[in-house]
């Protein structure tokens, strides 16, 4: 079984930047594509990113490109969300996902889930 543990989710100030990280075992992770999403409540899980098995076709939505950083490190078994310039808006719950052949950047596609990192950008 595949697990996922989300860690360096706090609380920021706006403009700050934070690094979150998902470990992964339970599976060879480069055998994994990766993605993060993340929730308000009240609210659909949103696409943030996603990343191939080989980390060089980084993907995001539009809204997210520039300030939002994915990549992975294969030797470590561990994916990563660079965040930089955070605003409020950004305050969410933030979780990593695997599947070896996810089925679009939806919380459909993707098979196993971590438990999720609060982030929490204050004005």
């Known amino acids: 079984q595949v697990q996922l543990v989300e860690s360096g989710g706090g609380l920021v100030q706006a403009g700050d930047s934070l690094r979150l990280s998902c470990a992964v075992s339970?599976?060879?992770?480069?055998?994994?594509?990766m993605g993060w999403f993340r929730q308000v409540p009240g609210k659909e899980r949103e696409f943030v990113a996603l990343?191939?098995?080989?980390?060089?076709?980084?993907y995001y939505p539009d809204s997210l490109k520039g300030r939002f950083t994915i990549s992975r490190d294969n030797a470590k078994n561990t994916l990563y969300l660079q965040m930089n310039s955070l605003k409020p808006e950004d305050t969410a719950v933030y979780y990593c996902?695997?599947?070896?052949?996810?089925?679009?950047?939806?919380?459909?596609?993707?098979?196993?889930w971590g438990q999720g990192t609060r982030v929490t950008v204050s004005s």
């Open positions: 996902a695997a599947d070896p052949n996810p089925r679009g950047a939806t919380i459909h596609g993707y098979d196993y």
């Open positions: 339970g599976r060879t992770f480069s055998s994994l594509a």
């Open positions: 990343i191939d098995w080989s980390g060089a076709k980084p």
